[in-house]
């Protein structure tokens, strides 16, 4: 939830390796996407208690289940 413009770059990226490591098989080329995990920046620490307010849950819930 709230997530949707970095899910879908997220997956735009993905997707975009995908296509090139199967068109540049055929000639040696390999794709390859770095996915990184949670990072806690001042943007994740405001999107926290929106986040617990919009589910219902605690911020430590939020934390633990959804970053």
């Given at each position: 939830m709230l997530k949707s413009a970095y899910v879908?770059?997220?997956r735009?990226?993905?997707g975009l390796?995908?296509?090139v490591a199967k068109?540049?098989?055929p000639h040696g080329?390999?794709?390859n996407v770095i996915c990184p995990g949670f990072v806690r920046t001042p943007l994740?620490?405001?999107q926290i208690p929106e986040q617990a307010r919009?589910?219902?849950i605690?911020?430590?819930e939020v934390i633990r289940t959804q970053c």
């Open positions: 879908t770059a997220k735009g990226l993905v390796a995908e296509v068109e540049g098989a080329v390999r794709a994740v620490d405001k919009a589910l219902g605690t911020e430590a």
